[in-house]
T-cell receptor, first 116, second 112 residues
């Protein structure tokens, strides 16, 4: 079974549309993240949630709204999509926000978003 | 901003050891060194991490210098499937807002 799963894997949509990417982890982790990888391949954190509470918000436009219905899920909703939103979005999870020795962050396989 | 410096790319012959260097001269006492890799079109994959001592697992070995200002990731017998971008990251383990800050990484190309 996939530890961190994201859907959809590929998404092509028009500018101005609203879309969501779903993420689920079956690892029992407390913390989940969204990362964005742009066309230049830079990976940057967008958000992190710990037990459904927002912990990190890296000055992402408020068109991006994460939603965590429970600690196993962190969905990313994007309103009014723009061309610059085209990227690969990675969901990730870790046991807790503090990472003492032995804890790591596990990533999903990514969701390829193309805005046309 | 990333706190590490890595070569942009490296080549390695299949079956030989791949040694990937990383400089982290501003590392602080409570920061770990983490290594991740990203194979093309996949999500980043954890490899190994360490604080002061050298570490080894089934994937790789991590050698950290005594002053902790640099480290080397060693893949003992590289295969074609090890071709990937390798990221060296330093991260505080005790903060309430841990986050991996990725740099540009090293593209390791394993040649047949």
């Amino acid at each position: 079974d996939t530890a961190v799963s994201q859907t959809p894997k590929y998404l092509v949509t028009q500018m101005g549309n609203d879309k969501s990417i779903k993420c689920e982890q079956n690892l029992g982790h407390d913390t989940m993240y969204w990362y964005k990888q742009d066309s230049k391949k830079f990976l940057k954190i967008m958000f992190s949630y710990n037990n459904k509470e927002l912990i990190i918000n890296e000055t992402v436009p408020n068109r991006f709204s994460p939603k965590s219905p429970d600690k196993a899920h962190l969905n990313l909703h994007i309103n009014s999509l723009e061309l610059g939103d085209s990227a690969v979005y990675f969901c990730a999870s870790s046991p807790q926000t503090r990472l003492p020795s032995g804890n790591t962050i596990y990533f999903g396989e990514g969701s390829w978003l193309t805005v046309v | 901003d990333a706190k590490t410096t890595q070569p942009t790319s490296m080549d390695c012959a299949e079956g030989r050891a791949a040694n990937l260097p990383c400089n982290h001269s501003t590392i602080s006492g409570n920061e770990y060194v983490y290594w991740y890799r990203q194979i093309h079109s996949q999500g980043p994959q954890y490899i190994i991490h360490g604080l002061k001592n050298n570490e080894t697992n089934e994937m790789a070995s991590l050698i950290i210098t005594e002053d902790r200002k640099s480290s080397t990731l060693i893949l003992p017998h590289a295969t074609l499937r090890d071709t990937a971008v390798y990221y060296c990251i330093v991260m505080n383990y005790g903060g309430a807002t841990n986050k991996l800050i990725f740099g540009t990484g090293t593209l390791l190309a394993v040649q047949p």
